[in-house]
Structure formats: C-alpha cells, structure tokens
C-alpha cells in the first residue's frame, strides 16, 4: 500500500501571534510582599540619608572650628598684636626721649615692642591669602622699617643735644598715626570679621538633617501602621527598634549640635567681642600716652595733643562702662579699678597742662614720667597691665569655646553611623518574617 505525502506548502501554519504575560510589568510591586520590598528598601535609603547627612553636618562644623582655631584665630590675633605694639612702640618712643637720659626700661620696651611687631608680621603673613591683605601687610612692613630709622636719627640727634631730633620724633609719630596704624587697624578688622564670619557658619541650625531625620520617623511611622492592618499585628518589634535607633541619633547629635552651637557663639558673642573690646582700649591707651608725652616735644602744639588726649580718655571712659555693665564681660575683677586708673591719668595729664601753660616743662616731665602715686606713669602702667591680662583672659576663653565646641562633636559621626547600620537591620529583621509568609 502506498501512502502519499501532502506538500509542505498545503500544511497549515502554526499561529504566530504572541503569548500574552500571565501579569502586567512591575505586577509584583502592587502585591503585599512588593509593598513590603518597597518599604524596606525607602526606609532603608531614608536612614542611610540620615547617616549621610548628620555625618556631613558634623563633619563640616568640625572643620570650619579646625579652621578657626589653628588659622583664623591666631591670624587675628598676629593682626590684633601688630596694632597693639605698634601703639606700644610710638609711646614708648616718645617717652624714652623727653626723658633725655632715656632710660634703660623705656628703652627695651621700645625694642621689645618693634620685635614683637616683625614678629606679628612674619605671623601674619604666613597665614595670609587675600592678596589685598598681603599688600597691605607690606605696605605696613615696608613703613615701619622707614619708622624706625627716623626714631634712631631723632634718637642720635636727641643725645647729640640737637634740637633737630624733636622734628625726626615728631615726623616718624606722625607716619605711626597717620599712616601705619591705619593700616593695621584695618588689618586687625578684616581678620577678625573672618573669625566672626566662620563662627558663625558653626551656628546655622542643619534644617536638611532635621527633615530628612524627620521624614525618616515619619515614614517608619506610617510603615508600622500600614503593616499593623495587613499583617493583623499592632507593633513591628524592627520597625520599632529601627525607630529608636534613628530618635536616639537625632537626640544625641541634637544634643551635641546645641551644645557645639552654644559654644560657638559664647565664642563670638561673648569672648570676641570681649577681645576685641579690650584690644581697643589698650591701643587707645597707648595713644593717649604717645599724645601726653609728644605735647612735651612739640611745644606749640600743646592744644592739638591736648584735645587728642581728651577725646582718647573719654572714647575709653564709655567703653570701659559700657564693657563693665555686660553681664558675660570676662575678667571684670582686674578691670574693676580701670576706670579709677583713667581718672587719675587723667588728673595727672591736668597737671602736665597746668605746668605747660606756664612753661614749666621740666616739672610737666617729672609729672609724666615720675613714679609718684599721683603722677602719669603708674596710673598708665597699672591700666595698661590690666588691659593686657583681660586680653590674655579674652583670648583664652575664646578658644576654649571653640575647642569645646568642637569637642563635643566628637564620636557624634561614628555614632550616627553606628546606629544607622543599627536601624537598617532591625528594619531588616522586622520585615523579613512578614516577607516569608508570602511564598
């Protein structure tokens, strides 16, 4: 029997037409344990963002009070000590020549104050990096270098007996006021507004890790609710835990971030401030002592050294006053007889004018560099000493501030992490046992 085969092309073709999935795309992610999945995995990115962002926070305050308390603080404080004995030299200058036998203590601390002051410059410089500030610096190096040749020639001249010297004191003070310490000044203010600026940074409230540590609560918050109605069960024991963990992070680096940002500005609301007050008044001081002692040089121009004098002592009378009556002024027992101190500067300045009115000016010297107890040398040593501890005391205080601010930072960036790990794998744990339900 033979059988005949069909041709190929009269078979039938098998249907082409494609298979429709069993689910639609993402299907699983609209299903029970998809939802769980998908709260695992946001609860776990939010606490990862919360360890990113806490730990950048610290990190970045940690820094910026590095920064201030090895750069930026003893650049101001090389700035602040440039003004302060550049004010020490000129008045000492002048007393040293109108004391004609120039003596040995006047003298040294002359010299002692030109050395502080190159030593304030080298300081200075090497932390400068504006290039306006370098400039300016150089300007006042190259100025005082000018500055000291002319006290040494009015110096030489004044033990030669030539009365050609006053002129050589006279111009080399007047290139100190008029040129030099303005300089410094402004030196000395832009540093310290750099400290003010960067303590401040320390202080500015982290609102992103407040929300995202917030956001992190919240929607842990509502994952253990809306597991509560799935799954029929009140409390998610690594839910909860997973919680604790993130609140005991946001208590503990709040609590370190209040307590940083409390220092912080204790330093630059309190000791700052404080430092650079009393900065002020000792250079103040010294100027006024540079005017007495000059009005005994410059003979003829008494009234306008007079009046410099004057507006100086009372420039310092309100704002030792206004300084004393703060409640956080620093140092306020070695600062409680200045304002005793200015007025018996002062009377002994009346009696320099009274003995210069008539022309007396040897008893006027005698007045202003004698040792008495109503003379002007002691009442002006004894602020001066004071003024200088409370910028001793200032400063001390200042960076302790900001070493404690930076302290207790400490170990916060390690523990947040720690905890966050923490969170992540109690929120792991928590989840896993309602996943396995589903199989």
Not at 72 to 93: H, I, K, M, N, R
Not at 254 to 271: M, Q
Not at 338 to 362: C, M, P, S, T
Request: glycine share 6%.
């Amino acid at each position: 029997m033979t059988v005949e085969l069909a041709h190929p092309s009269t078979e039938p073709l098998a249907s082409r037409s494609p298979t429709a999935p069993a689910h639609p795309r993402w299907w699983f992610l609209w299903t029970t344990p998809g939802r769980i999945l998908t709260i695992g995995f946001v609860l776990s990115a939010l606490v990862i963002a919360s360890a990113f962002a806490t730990s950048t926070t610290i990190n970045d305050r940690q820094q910026a009070l590095t920064t201030v308390l090895n750069h930026t603080e003893p650049l101001a404080f090389a700035a602040g000590q440039l003004y302060t004995t550049l004010s020490v030299a000129d008045a000492a200058a002048a007393t040293a020549f109108i004391s004609g036998v120039e003596p040995r203590p006047v003298r040294q601390r002359y010299e002692q104050a030109i050395t502080d002051a190159a030593v304030a410059v080298t300081r200075a410089s090497s932390g400068l990096t504006d290039e306006s500030l370098v400039a300016l610096l150089g300007r006042i190096n190259a100025q005082l270098a000018v500055y000291t040749g002319l006290i040494e020639t009015a110096r030489t001249n004044n033990r030669a007996g030539n009365p050609v010297g006053s002129s050589y004191l006279s111009e080399a003070s007047s290139l100190m006021q008029t040129e030099i310490l303005p300089q410094a000044q402004e030196l000395y203010e832009e540093t310290s507004a750099r400290v003010d600026r960067e303590t401040t940074a320390s202080t500015r409230i982290p609102a992103p890790v407040i929300l995202v540590v917030l956001a992190t609560l919240l929607f842990g918050a509502f994952a253990n609710r809306w597991l509560a109605r799935r799954t029929r069960r009140r409390v998610n024991i690594g839910l909860v835990a997973g919680g604790l963990a993130v609140l005991i992070m946001l208590v503990w680096v709040g609590t370190a971030l209040v307590i940083s940002t409390a220092d912080s500005r204790s330093a630059k609301d309190t000791a700052a401030e404080s430092l650079k007050t009393i900065t002020n008044l000792a250079i103040t001081a010294q100027q006024a002592r540079a005017d007495e002692t000059l009005a005994l040089i410059r003979r003829g121009d008494e009234s306008t050294r007079k009046q410099s004098y004057y507006q100086r002592i009372d420039a310092m009378q309100q704002q030792l006053s206004e300084y004393l009556a703060r409640d956080d002024a620093i140092d306020k027992s070695d600062l409680a007889d200045a304002e005793q101190l200015l007025k018996r500067w002062r009377a002994a300045d009346d009696r320099i004018n009274a003995y210069i009115a008539v022309g007396n000016y040897q008893a006027a010297t005698q007045v202003a560099l004698g040792t008495g107890e109503d003379d002007s040398t002691p009442a002006f040593d004894k602020l001066d000493a004071a003024l200088s501890k409370g910028i001793e005391e200032s400063r001390s205080q200042l960076r302790n501030d900001i070493v404690n601010a930076r302290r207790v930072l400490s170990g916060a960036t390690v523990g947040a992490a720690a905890l966050s790990i923490g969170a992540a794998i109690a929120v792991t744990l928590g989840l896993w046992p309602r996943l396995s339900e589903y199989r």
